[in-house]
């Protein structure tokens, strides 16, 4: 197991209401312009997606970055913030208000440019029982976590519970990470120059010849992927011998520069990070979601 400073992180509640799907108000609304030029018009983020769940692909959808699951913000500036900071993957998520009240669920991610939303995973059965507006109250606990063996790896968005699952084995000062494959330079996309704290690092889609040969075609929501070269200690961005590992939090894009959004659990600008490919891990294995 890997030691950390756990039992001094404070576990705390932030919330946030089920967002309502928003058209892109810019370039041309309701349309998304794809990378080829032409004009599309498809569901885009937020609200409640029941027929997406984390493991199933994250290519392939007629949709916008679709979120699997449930879509939440604040609606107070400074809560939202709050939320999209502390909230970590792998927390759990209480529904507080409506027909769905007392159900619980596991927070999978997060998404936008602009920190937009925090992806929320329910039972199919709940999914049903939610509205657009019901309240959602995240245990929030992981944020400030250390490796005391590994200091030159800091942790982002990553809760206790995910850590505990994720076989990661610490090596000398570094950590050696189980993911699915390894996301070269050049296709860091949207995100890059942004806070690592809130929204995602997109995987560009665009160059689909250097996708396959990344071994990155098949990617599914869940699934662990590294980053190379890319330090997001702070925003991310490129530099030569970090590594940043995140999780697939919801899918790809029409856009150019655009693609999967990964929630990035992981940083070391000095490469105290070793990504080890192993097929298969997704937190929906890991945390057991259903």
């Known amino acids: 197991m890997v030691e950390t400073n756990e039992h001094r992180l404070v576990a705390i509640s932030v919330a946030g209401e089920i967002a309502a799907p928003r058209m892109p108000a810019l370039p041309a609304m309701p349309h998304v312009i794809g ?19 984390v493991g199933d692909p994250a290519m392939g959808w007629t949709a916008e970055q679709v979120h699997p699951g449930v879509s939440i913000r604040n609606r107070d500036d400074g809560a939202h913030v709050a939320l999209h900071t502390l909230a970590c993957v792998g927390n759990e998520a209480v529904v507080v208000t409506g027909d769905a009240r007392g159900a619980t669920g596991t927070v999978t991610g997060k998404s936008g440019r602009w920190s ?51 076989p990661i084995e610490t090596h000398g000062s570094s950590l050696e990470v189980p993911v699915v494959g390894v996301v070269p330079p050049e296709l860091m996309g949207a995100g890059s120059g942004l806070s690592s704290d809130g929204g995602v690092l997109d995987i560009q889609t ?3 010849d250097l996708l396959r040969a990344s071994g990155l075609a098949d990617l599914r929501l869940g699934d662990l992927v590294a980053f190379q070269d890319c330090d997001a200690t702070f925003n991310s961005g490129y530099h030569r011998g970090a590594v940043s590992v995140g999780v697939v939090s919801h899918g790809d894009s029409h856009r150019a520069g655009f693609g999967p959004g990964v929630t990035i659990l992981l940083t070391s600008r000095d490469g105290a990070i070793r990504p080890a490919r192993r097929a298969g891990t997704n937190i929906a294995t890991l945390l057991g979601l259903a």
Do not use: Q
Not at 36 to 52: E, K, M, S, T
Not at 116 to 121: C, S
Not at 122 to 133: D, K, M, Q, S, Y
């Open 206 to 208: 665009g160059d689909v």
């Open 116 to 166: 937009e939303h925090v992806i929320v995973h329910f039972a199919a059965e709940v999914l049903e029982r939610l509205a657009i507006g019901d309240r959602i109250l995240v245990r929030a606990h992981g944020v400030g976590l250390e490796f005391p063996r590994a200091p030159g790896v800091v942790a982002k968005s990553l809760a206790p519970r995910l850590l505990a699952a994720w």
């Open 35 to 53: 990378r080829d030029g032409r004009p599309v018009i498809v569901p885009a983020l937020g609200g409640i997606v029941y027929n997406v769940r």
